[in-house]
Nanobody, 121 residues
Framework: QVQLVESGGGLVQAGGSLRLSCAAS????????MGWYHQAPGKQRELVAR???????NYADSVKGRFTISRDNAKNTVYLQMNSLKPEDTAVYYC???????????????WGQGTQVTVSS
């Protein structure tokens, strides 16, 4: 069994910073892609950023230059450093892990429970 546990959300003023973390637990050998998505009220869940095991990244246009995704493969953990936050960044942020090679099976497209990020103007 694999679980993704997120932390680091909260309330911040516009222009401020937050750092999100997501750790995958369980007997994991490797994880291919890890990423962050967000979902604002009444909107679809959208990609924010993702990173492969080898370190290749891609970002939504709206966060380029402000957010940085990174990961620690030894800890099966992905981070999202969010700087220069804007009110429109307000959303629930979800961690995603794809192709998780576990002791018992390989899991695809796993999601965390979500963490709220609120940016006040």
């Amino acid at each position: 069994q694999v679980q993704l546990v997120e932390s680091g959300g909260g309330l911040v003023q516009a222009g401020g910073s937050l750092r999100l973390s997501c750790a995958a637990s369980g007997n994991i050998f490797s994880i291919n892609t890890m990423g962050w998505y967000h979902q604002a009220p009444g909107k679809q869940r959208e990609l924010v950023a993702r990173i492969t095991r080898g370190g290749s990244t891609n970002y939504a246009d709206s966060v380029k230059g402000r957010f940085t995704i990174s990961r620690d493969n030894a800890k099966n953990t992905v981070y999202l450093q969010m700087n220069s936050l804007k009110p429109e960044d307000t959303a629930v942020y979800y961690c995603n892990a794809d192709e998780v090679v576990h002791l018992s099976a390989t899991y695809y497209n796993l999601w965390g429970q979500g963490t709220q990020v609120t940016v006040s103007s």
